[in-house]
């Protein structure tokens, strides 16, 4: 039978290990993450340096200010979308990336979690007489504590799911009346 010290060094060196990759797999996320905007800007910069080149061109061959004119508002519509779509994959990235390690953590919580359950009911065999009570305060404080965190993740998850929601609701009325506009300004 081991020693209540030696189930706490244990648990403790366990715990530890775990903290450490949970750490570890946060840092792959997070550079993960990283990397799909890194190749994401690289991308736009490219994209957009080329266009810019191109529209330039273009600006540069008008015969009069009125075909300048002409050309500069049809390549505000397209530059928009662009901008727009830009958005929505940034907002993609960050949403997936969030996801992502807020599953990791979760997991790693349910793990120590279940853990400690464990550890608290094998401790309560081994302990001595009239700590029942203790151990029962031990076991409702982890239950709240359990019921507590799962309503604030839920709450953060209908939180984050709201505005990803307002967001994209921005993002598409700014669409429609960038296309409203820039038709407007294209029929004067």
């Not at 792959?28 to 994401?40: I, P, Q, S």
């Not at 061959?61 to 530059?79: G, I, M, N, R, W």
């Amino acid at each position: 039978m081991t020693t209540l010290t030696d189930q706490f060094s244990a648990a403790t060196k366990a715990n530890f290990e775990a903290q450490i990759a949970l750490l570890s797999q946060f840092a792959n996320k997070t550079f993960e993450g990283v990397e799909k905007l890194v190749d994401l800007n690289l991308k736009a910069t490219k994209s957009s340096l080329e266009e810019t080149h191109e529209a330039a061109q273009k600006l540069l061959t008008a015969k009069d200010p009125q075909e300048f004119f002409s050309l500069s508002t049809a390549q505000a519509q397209p530059t928009v979308e662009k901008g727009l779509a830009y958005g929505r994959h940034l907002a993609g990235i960050v949403s997936t990336t969030q996801a992502e390690l807020t599953k990791t953590a979760e997991a790693q919580l349910a793990e120590v979690n279940r853990k400690v359950i464990s550890l608290i009911d094998e401790a309560s065999k081994n302990a001595p007489a009239g700590t029942e009570n203790a151990m029962s305060f031990v076991k409702t404080t982890i239950g709240n504590f359990n019921a507590g965190y799962e309503q604030f993740t839920k709450s953060a998850k209908q939180a984050a799911e709201a505005l990803e929601s307002n967001v994209s609701t921005a993002v598409d009325q700014l669409s429609q009346a960038t296309v409203k506009a820039t038709a407007r300004g294209s029929k004067k």
